[in-house]
T-cell receptor
Framework: DAKTTQPNSMESNEEEPVHLPCNHS???????IHWYRQLPSQGPEYVIH???SNVNNRMASLAIAEDRKSSTLILHRATLRDAAVYYC?????????????FGQGTTLQVKP | ETGVTQSPTHLIKTRGQQVTLRCSSQ?????VSWYQQALGQGPQFIFQ???????GRGNFPPRFSGLQFPNYSSELNVNALELDDSALYLC????????????FGPGTRLTVL
């Protein structure tokens, strides 16, 4: 299974944009890039996913490098509620199990 | 629409005992995945059930077993509990295909003494 690398922690100020990076240099052509986040004392929550093109939804944007070896999750205006552990996950498009392989994730702190 | 629910919320067992954890999937979802999350770590995939059959398993010993019922709810059973089994056990459901987005429950916190 391809591996992802994320910074252990990041800080942001409230109402400012946040860019969370993820490296996945061994990604294969059929791997989807998924982002989940886990708020304190809760189960993980789906944020966004993509394959090759940049993606936007109501929660965030996902920018995928042209060579697909890295991606960035963008929170346009951080709120205190966005403080969480953010996981970048590669999911095999060729697999029928859909299992998610979580790494350590990035702990995001949002300061008021 | 009801989300994923898990029971019990917390559980304390002693080494060697057996435990059963329960999960009710989100309405309309036919796939349930189970994960173990040790303190300070990311969740680890245990196994997945799709239409009542096991559909993939992670690197966990056979004493971790599961079931999925006709209403798509699920159970995780752990026999011969060990101290290292202390963790948050998460259940996630997804719709239609096993590869769709997974929706997680709040988890069951298991403590093994």
């Amino acid at each position: 299974d391809a591996k992802t690398t994320q910074p252990n922690s990041m800080e942001s100020n409230e109402e400012e944009p946040v860019h969370l990076p993820c490296n996945h240099s061994t990604i294969s052509g059929t791997d989807y890039i998924h982002w989940y986040r886990q708020l304190p004392s809760q189960g993980p929550e789906y944020v966004i996913h993509g394959l090759t093109s940049n993606v936007n939804n109501r929660m965030a944007s996902l920018a995928i490098a042209e060579d697909r070896k890295s991606s960035t999750l963008i929170l346009h205006r951080a709120t205190l509620r966005d403080a969480a552990v953010y996981y970048c996950i590669l999911r095999k498009g060729s697999s029928n199990t859909g299992k998610l392989i979580f790494g350590q994730g990035t702990t995001l702190q949002v300061k008021p | 629409e009801t989300g994923v629910t898990q029971s019990p919320t917390h559980l304390i067992k002693t080494r060697g005992q057996q435990v059963t954890l329960r999960c009710s999937s989100q309405s309309g979802h036919n796939t349930v995945s189970w994960y173990q999350q040790a303190l300070g770590q990311g969740p680890q995939f245990i196994f997945q059930y799709y239409r009542e059959e096991e559909n993939g398993r992670g690197n966990f010993p056979p004493r971790f077993s599961g079931l999925q019922f006709p209403n798509y709810s699920s159970e995780l059973n752990v026999n011969a509990l060990e101290l290292d089994d202390s963790a948050l056990y998460l259940c996630a459901s997804s719709s239609v295909e096993p590869t769709d987005t997974q929706y997680f429950g709040p988890g069951t916190r298991l403590t093994v003494l």
